[in-house]
C-alpha cells in the first residue's frame, strides 16, 4: 500500500483501462495476436496493480476472494468442458466439430472461443490468487510499521488449530 | 457402454480432473473425499478394462487421438501392455490410498482447506495417470509437471506435524524443476533433429538417421547424444535414482503419512516408466546401450542406489525415513532390471514396479496407522507395537519380507527375474549385489520387527490401541495383494512378458 | 575461428549464459526466493532455446496473407505454442515457491538455507 497521490491517481486512471484491453485481447484471441492466457494475465494485472497500490483488503472488496477461488476452477472446468461435450456427441476429446457438425470449418472458431475464455478466466482467476495466497494477512500494517509478517504468523497458527 | 470403451483412455485422464475441478468448486467438508474416491474407483476400474485389452484379448495397442488431430500433428494417446501395466499400478494404489487418506489426513488438513486437498489430491493422479498414457514427449512433459507442482503441495501438507516437511518440499521443487528442465532441454535437441515430438515419430526418423551412420560420416551424433543425457538425467532426478536421490528422503519422511504412501507407490514408479519408454522406444537400445555402452553407466548407477539406500537405511532411527531410504535401493533394482537390456530384465523392472509399490505402499500406510496412535514413528515408537496393534504389525512384516525377497512374497518373484536377466548377460557381480541388498534388507527390516515384536512398551507411554478400521482396511488389503502376487506369480509374469516382448519387438 | 563461434551462434550462446547464470544461483545462492528466481532465470534461457531453434533463415511470421508469395518461407510456430505452456508452467512453479517460502518464513523466522540447516540439526530425526 503506498500514500504516494501520483501512484494513487495513475492506478486509478489505469485500471479500467486494462479490463478493457484484456477483453480486447480476449475476444481477438481467435482471429489475430492474443487470447486467453495474455488477456488473463492483463485482465489480474489491472487488479493486482489496484492491490499493490490500495492494498490488498481494497482489492480484495473489489473482487472478492470467493469470485477468484471459484473462477481459478470454474475457467478449466469450461475447457474440459468444451473437450467433455465432444466426448458425449461420440467425438474425441476436445474435437470441436462436435459443436456444429454440419458445418467443421465453422465449429472450430467456436470451439476455440470456448476454449479461450476458460483459459482467461482462469489464468486471471489464478494470478488473483497467487497474490491473495501471498499477501493475505500481511497487507494493510498500521503506518510506520516495517514490512515484517509477523500478522500472518498468528492468523495463521489458528488456521492450524 | 459403447460411448465409455470409445473414450477409456480420454476418460483416465480427463475423469479425474474433471471431478477435481468439481471437488474444488464444491467438495466442502467430506464431500472432496467422496469425490475423490468415486473418481479413483472409476479410474482403477477403467484401467483394468485397459489392461485386459492390451494383454488378453489385442489388439496390443489402443491409440486416441485428442481433438481428432493425426498422429504426428496431434497428442495422442497410446496404451502399449507396457504402460496398461504402470497405469493399472498408479491407479490401484491412487485408490487404495484415497481409501486410507479420508481418515488419516482427517487431522492434518483444516476443514475449509479440505477440498483444495482433495483437487490437488486428484490432480496429482491425472499427472501420473497422463505421464504413462501419453504418446507426445511435450505432453509428458506438462504432465509431469502437473504431477511434480501437485506433489510438493501435497508433502508441503506435512508442516502442521514437522515443519521440515516445508524444506523438504522446497528442496524437491528446486531439484524436481531442474530435472524438468534438464528434460525439455533433451527433447528440445530431439526436436532439432528430428521435427517430430511424437514417440513413435521420433523413433522412427532417428531409425533412419542411425541407418545413414552405417556407410557415411555420423551426422546430427553429437545433437542426439546431448539430447539422450538431458533426457536420462531430468528421468534420473524424477525417479530418485542413485547420485540424484537426495531430495527423496525427507519429501518422504515429513510428508504425510497418505502422501508418503502415494508417492511411493506412484510417482518414482512413474519416472522409471518414463527411463523405459525413452530408452526403449523412443531412443532404441542399439543406440542408447550397444552403441554408447550407457547401460554400464546405469547399471553402475543401480548398484551404487541398492547399496548406498540399503546402508543409509540400516543407520536411521526414524521408520520412516527407513523406509525412504529402502525405496532409493528398490529403486536400484528396477534402474537394474532396465540395464540388462534383455526379456527377463525388463519383466523384472516392471514386476518390480508393481510388487515395490504394493509393499512400500502397505508399509507406509503402516507406518501412518502408528503415526495416528502413537504420535511418532521413530524406532522408539514401534517397540512393542506387536501386541498392542497386532494386525498393523503384521502388514508392516509382509511388506518387510517382500522388500527383503522371502519366497511367497511379491519380492521374490521380481529378484527372481532379475538375478535371472543378470546372469543371461553374465554380469555376475550384479547379481551378487541383488542378494547382498537382500541381506541389507533383512537387516533393515528386522530393526523395525525387532523392535515391534521384542521391544518394550516405553515406562509411561499413553496406552495405544488398534488404528481404526478405515485405515486398517486399505493397509491389509495391498499387504494381502503383496502376499497374494508372491504365491501366484501368473498374472503378473504373464502381464510383463507381454510387456517386456511388446518393447523389445519379440514376438508373444 | 572463435570469433566466428560466438557470432555465428550468438542466440546458442544467449540460452547458455542465461541458463547457466541460473543454475549458478540455484546452487550458491542460500536465500530461498533467490534460489527460485534462479530457477525461473534457468527456465528461461530454456524458453528462448526452443524459440531460437524455431526460427528459419529468411522466414517470416508463420500468418497467411493475400499476396504472399507461394514460396514464402515460414518460422515454425510450434515451439512459440510450446513454450507458452513452459511459460504457464513456470509462473506456476515460482508461484508455489513463493507460497513455500511465505511459510518457510512463518514457521522457522528465515529463509535463508543456511540457518534452516543449522535449525533443522538441532531438531530430533
Not at chain 2, 523384472?348 to 502413537?374: D, E, P, S, W
Request: aromatic share 10%.
Amino acid at each position: 500500500m503506498t500514500t504516494n497521490p501520483i501512484m494513487r491517481v495513475i492506478a486509478r486512471v489505469n485500471m479500467p483501462l486494462m479490463v478493457v484491453f484484456a477483453v480486447y485481447v480476449q475476444v481477438h484471441g481467435e482471429i489475430g495476436p492474443g487470447g486467453g492466457f495474455q488477456a488473463g494475465v492483463i485482465f489480474a494485472a489491472a487488479f493486482i496493480l489496484y492491490g499493490m497500490v490500495f492494498g490488498g483488503a481494497e482489492m480484495r472488496r473489489v473482487f472478492p476472494r470467493w469470485i477468484s477461488d471459484a473462477g481459478s476452477a470454474l475457467g478449466v472446468l469450461i475447457y474440459a468442458g468444451t473437450g467433455v461435450y465432444s466426448m458425449l456427441m461420440g467425438y474425441p476429446f476436445l474435437d470441436h466439430v462436435a459443436i456444429w457438425p454440419s458445418n467443421p470449418g465453422g465449429a472450430e472458431p467456436w470451439g476455440m472461443v470456448s476454449v479461450e475464455w476458460g483459459v482467461g478466466i482462469t489464468v486471471a482467476c489464478v494470478m488473483m490468487t497467487i497474490f491473495n495466497e501471498i499477501t493475505e494477512g500481511t497487507d494493510d500494517p498500521p503506518p510506520g510499521a516495517d514490512t515484517e509478517m509477523v500478522p500472518a504468523l498468528h492468523q495463521n497458527k489458528t488456521e492450524l488449530g | 457402454m459403447e460411448l465409455i470403451q470409445l473414450h477409456l483412455p480420454a476418460l483416465i485422464v480427463v475423469l479425474p480432473l474433471v471431478t477435481g475441478l468439481l471437488t474444488a468448486l464444491l467438495g466442502r467438508g467430506g464431500r472432496g473425499w467422496w469425490i475423490s474416491l468415486g473418481a479413483t474407483g472409476a479410474v482403477l476400474a477403467a484401467t483394468l478394462q485397459l489392461l485386459a485389452q492390451v494383454v488378453y484379448q489385442g489388439p496390443q495397442t489402443v491409440t486416441y487421438l485428442m481433438g481428432n488431430w493425426p498422429m504426428p500433428y496431434g497428442i495422442g494417446y497410446v496404451v502399449d501392455p507396457l504402460n496398461a501395466a504402470v497405469m493399472a499400478t498408479v491407479a490401484l494404489i491412487g485408490f487404495v490410498v484415497t481409501l486410507y487418506a479420508g481418515r488419516s489426513m482427517a487431522p492434518e488438513i483444516s476443514p475449509d482447506r479440505a477440498r483444495y486437498f482433495w483437487a490437488v489430491w486428484q490432480f496429482c493422479l491425472v499427472g501420473l495417470l497422463g505421464i504413462t498414457i501419453t504418446g507426445d514427449a511435450f505432453n509428458f512433459y506438462v504432465l509431469l509437471e502437473i504431477s511434480s507442482l501437485s506433489t510438493y503441495t501435497l508433502i508441503a501438507m506435512g508442516h502442521g506435524r514437522d515443519r521440515r516437511a516445508l524444506t523438504a518440499a522446497i528442496h524437491y521443487l528446486v531439484l524436481g524443476t531442474i530435472g524438468a528442465c534438464c528434460y525439455l532441454v533433451g527433447i528440445a535437441y530431439l526436436y532439432m533433429v528430428t521435427g517430430s515430438l511424437n514417440f513413435a515419430d521420433i523413433h522412427a526418423r532417428l531409425a533412419d538417421i542411425y541407418a545413414t551412420w552405417a556407410t557415411d560420416a555420423p551426422v546430427y551424433k553429437k545433437t542426439i547424444i546431448a539430447g539422450f543425457a538431458f533426457i536420462m538425467v531430468g528421468l534420473s532426478l524424477k525417479l530418485a535414482l542413485f547420485p540424484l536421490h537426495v531430495w527423496q528422503p525427507n519429501a518422504y519422511t515429513y510428508a504425510p503419512a497418505a502422501v508418503s504412501a502415494l508417492l511411493a507407490g506412484t510417482a518414482t514408479k512413474v519416472g522409471a516408466y518414463g527411463m523405459i519408454r525413452i530408452v526403449y522406444s523412443v531412443m532404441g537400445t542399439d543406440f542408447a546401450f550397444t552403441f554408447l555402452r550407457s547401460d554400464i553407466l546405469l547399471a553402475a548407477c543401480a548398484l551404487m542406489a541398492i547399496l548406498v539406500g540399503s546402508l543409509q537405511a540400516i543407520k536411521q532411527t526414524n521408520a520412516k525415513k527407513l523406509l525412504a531410504y529402502s525405496s532409493v535401493g528398490q529403486i536400484g533394482y528396477i534402474a537394474l532390471g532396465i540395464a540388462a537390456n534383455n526379456v527377463a530384465g525388463l519383466q523384472a523392472a516392471v514386476i518390480h514396479i508393481f510388487n515395490h509399490a504394493l509393499t512400500k505402499g502397505a508399509m507406509f500406510m503402516a507406518l501412518g496407522c502408528v503415526l495416528y496412535r502413537t504420535g511418532g514413528v521413530r524406532l522408539e515408537h514401534l517397540r512393542g507395537l506387536g501386541r498392542k496393534m497386532p494386525l498393523t504389525c503384521a502388514a508392516f512384516l509382509v511388506g518387510g519380507m517382500g522388500l527383503i525377497g522371502v519366497p511367497l512374497t511379491s519380492g521374490f518373484v521380481s529378484k527372481w527375474y532379475l538375478v535371472q536377466s543378470a546372469l543371461e548377460r553374465q554380469w555376475l557381480a550384479p547379481a551378487g549385489v541383488v542378494l547382498v541388498g537382500s541381506i541389507l534388507a533383512l537387516v533393515y527390516v528386522g530393526r523395525c520387527a525387532e523392535a515391534m515384536y521384542f521391544g518394550q512398551r516405553p515406562e509411561n507411554s499413553p496406552e495405544v490401541r488398534e488404528a481404526p478400521l478405515s485405515m486398517l482396511v486399505p493397509t491389509l488389503l495391498l499387504a494381502a495383494a503383496s502376499l497374494y502376487f508372491g504365491i501366484d506369480s501368473g498374472t503378473t509374469s504373464r502381464v510383463s512378458e507381454a510387456a517386456a516382448k511388446f518393447l523389445l519387438g519379440v514376438a508373444p | 575461428m572463435t570469433m566466428r563461434l560466438v557470432l555465428d551462434y550468438y542466440n546458442y550462446w544467449v540460452c547458455i549464459i542465461l541458463m547457466m547464470v541460473g543454475f549458478y544461483g540455484v546452487m550458491a545462492k542460500t536465500n530461498l526466493v533467490k534460489k527460485a528466481i534462479a530457477l525461473g532465470l534457468f527456465q528461461t534461457g530454456i524458453l528462448v532455446f526452443y524459440i531460437t531453434i524455431g526460427k528459419v533463415e529468411g522466414g517470416t511470421g508463420p500468418v497467411t496473407i493475400s499476396g504472399a508469395p507461394a514460396d514464402a518461407v515460414y518460422s515454425n510456430p510450434l515451439p512459440h505454442a510450446l513454450m507458452l505452456t513452459a511459460i504457464v508452467v513456470g509462473v506456476s512453479t515460482l508461484a508455489v515457491a513463493m507460497a513455500l517460502a511465505v511459510k518457510i518464513r512463518e514457521k522457522y523466522g528465515t529463509i535463508d538455507d543456511h540457518d534452516i540447516h543449522r535449525l533443522e540439526h538441532e531438531m530430533p530425526d
